[in-house]
C-alpha cells in the first residue's frame, strides 16, 4: 500500500501502535533480534517497539509473525481515561456519553491490532504479504467474537470504524485518521475478497490468477503513488487526506466489483459485452502526462509555493513504476483470458478494457466515488 507510519494518534488519546515483530524461537541463536536494533533517542514507549518491529520484520511475512506482534498497553490507558472517576465529576455529561463499554474495550484491542498489522504491511509487505495480513486479520476478528458473541461475523470489521467515530471530537486530523481507518478496512475487505477468489478458481488457472492479483496489487500501488504524490500536491489543505483516502476507498470498492463480474464470467459462463471504448496507448501516454504534474501548479507558483512542486526525478520515477506495472498487469489479464475458453476469454478481455477505460476517466465507476 502506501505510508511510513510509526504511530498514529485518534481522538483525544486513543493510540493505535503501527508495525510489529518476528520472536526469536529458534534454540540455537542466543541474540535476540530486538536488541540488535539502535532505536532513535526520540521513540520511547509503544513508539519504540514499533520501530524496532518495523526494523527486524521484513517480506516475506507470515500470519504467525503479524499474530505475535509485543503487547502494549495503550488500550488500557485509554480505557482508564474514559472511565476515570474524577472526570465524571467534572463533567459529567461528557463522561456518560463517552464512557467505554465492554464492546467499546474489545473493539479498542481490535482496532489496535488491525491498524498495527496494516501499517506493518504498508510499510515492508508486497503482495502476499498482505495475503497473509487477510488471514492475520480473520484470527483477530474471530478472537473478538468469543469477546462479544452478540456481533455477527460479517459485521465485526465495521466495529473498527464505529470505534474510532464514537471517540472522536470531530477535528480535522481525527476526521483525516478516520478516513484513513476506512479505507484500511476497505482495502482488507478487497485483499480478503481476492484471496477467496484464488481459493475458488479451479487449480490449473490458480497460479494465473495469483499473478493477476500480485500484478493488480503493484498497479494498484503505482497508480496511488501517481496521484498523493504528483498530482495532487496541496499541503496546505487541511482536508487533503480525506479526499485522498476517499479515491483509496473507492479504487477498492470498485475492483471487489469487478472480482464479481470476473466470478460471474469463469463460473457462471456469464457473458460480459464491453461498456466503454478501448482506450488507446496514445489515450493512456495523455492520460499519465495530465496527471504528471500537479493540478494546480499555476498556484503554487503565484503563491511562493514551488518547493511544495514535485521534482522531475520523483515525477519520472512513479510514472515509470505507473507504466511498467500496467504493463505486467496486462499482461498477466491477456495470459489468463488465453487460458480460458474462447467465450469466457472473449468475456474476460471485455472487462479489462472496461477496467482500463475506467482508469482514465473516460467510464464510468462501478461503484461511485464520493468526496467527503
Same mark, same amino acid.
Request: with cysteine; aromatic share 16%; charged share 25%.
Given at each position: 500500500m502506501r505510508r511510513i507510519t510509526i504511530s498514529i494518534v485518534f481522538s483525544t488519546s486513543v493510540l493505535f501502535v503501527a508495525c510489529g515483530g518476528r520472536f526469536s524461537s529458534s534454540s540455537d541463536n542466543s541474540i535476540n533480534p530486538r536488541d540488535t536494533v539502535k532505536v532513535p533517542e526520540w521513540y520511547t514507549g509503544e513508539d519504540s517497539i514499533a520501530y524496532i518491529e518495523n526494523a527486524i520484520l521484513q517480506s516475506p511475512i507470515s500470519v504467525e509473525d503479524l499474530l505475535g506482534l509485543a503487547e502494549v498497553h495503550s488500550v488500557e490507558d485509554r480505557l482508564f481515561y474514559y472511565n476515570n472517576e474524577e472526570m465524571a465529576k467534572d463533567d459529567p455529561e461528557f463522561a456518560e456519553a463517552y464512557r467505554a463499554t465492554h464492546r467499546d474495550s474489545a473493539d479498542l484491542r481490535l482496532a489496535n491490532r488491525f491498524m498495527r498489522m496494516a501499517n506493518l504491511v504498508n510499510i515492508n509487505g508486497?503482495? #502476499? &504479504?498482505?495475503?497473509?495480513?487477510a488471514i492475520a486479520v480473520n484470527a483477530i476478528i474471530d478472537t473478538f467474537r468469543v469477546a462479544v458473541p452478540a456481533v455477527q461475523k460479517d459485521s465485526v470489521i465495521y466495529e473498527i470504524p464505529r470505534v474510532a467515530g464514537r471517540f472522536s471530537s470531530e @477535528?480535522?486530523?481525527?476526521?483525516? %485518521?478516520?478516513? *484513513?481507518?476506512?479505507? @484500511?478496512? &476497505? *482495502?482488507y475487505l478487497t485483499i480478503e475478497?481476492?484471496?477467496?477468489?484464488?481459493e475458488a478458481v479451479p487449480s490449473d488457472i490458480r497460479p494465473l490468477v495469483k499473478e493477476e492479483y500480485e500484478a493488480w496489487h503493484d498497479l494498484h500501488d503505482a497508480r %496511488?503513488?501517481?496521484w498523493t504524490d504528483v498530482s495532487y500536491t496541496q499541503g496546505w489543505y487541511s482536508m487533503k487526506p480525506m479526499e485522498i483516502e476517499g479515491y483509496y476507498e473507492n479504487l477498492s470498492e470498485n475492483r471487489r466489483?469487478?472480482?464479481?463480474?470476473?466470478?460471474?464470467? /469463469? %463460473?457462471?459462463a456469464k457473458p460480459y459485452q464491453q461498456k466503454g471504448t478501448t482506450v488507446t496507448a496514445k489515450e493512456w501516454d495523455e492520460w499519465i502526462s495530465e496527471n504528471s504534474v500537479p493540478d494546480d501548479i499555476d498556484y503554487l507558483n503565484e503563491m511562493d509555493h514551488a518547493d511544495l512542486i514535485p521534482s522531475d526525478s520523483l515525477v519520472t520515477d512513479r510514472v515509470n513504476t505507473l507504466k511498467s506495472t500496467f504493463s505486467r498487469w496486462l499482461k498477466a489479464r491477456q495470459t489468463l483470458a488465453a487460458a480460458l475458453p474462447k467465450e469466457q476469454g &472473449?468475456?474476460? &478481455? #471485455?472487462? @479489462?478494457?472496461?477496467?482500463?477505460?475506467?482508469? /482514465?476517466?473516460?467510464?464510468? #465507476?462501478? /461503484?461511485? *466515488?464520493?468526496? *467527503?
Open positions: 508486497k503482495a #502476499n &504479504d498482505k495475503l497473509q495480513w @477535528t480535522q486530523s481525527e476526521m483525516n %485518521f478516520q478516513c *484513513y481507518v476506512d479505507a @484500511t478496512v &476497505d *482495502y475478497a481476492y484471496r477467496k477468489w484464488i %496511488f503513488a501517481l466489483a469487478e472480482l464479481e463480474i470476473e466470478r460471474s464470467i /469463469i %463460473f457462471g &472473449d468475456s474476460y &478481455d #471485455n472487462l @479489462t478494457a472496461d477496467i482500463h477505460s475506467r482508469m /482514465i476517466g473516460k467510464l464510468e #465507476n462501478i /461503484i461511485p *466515488y464520493e468526496i *467527503y
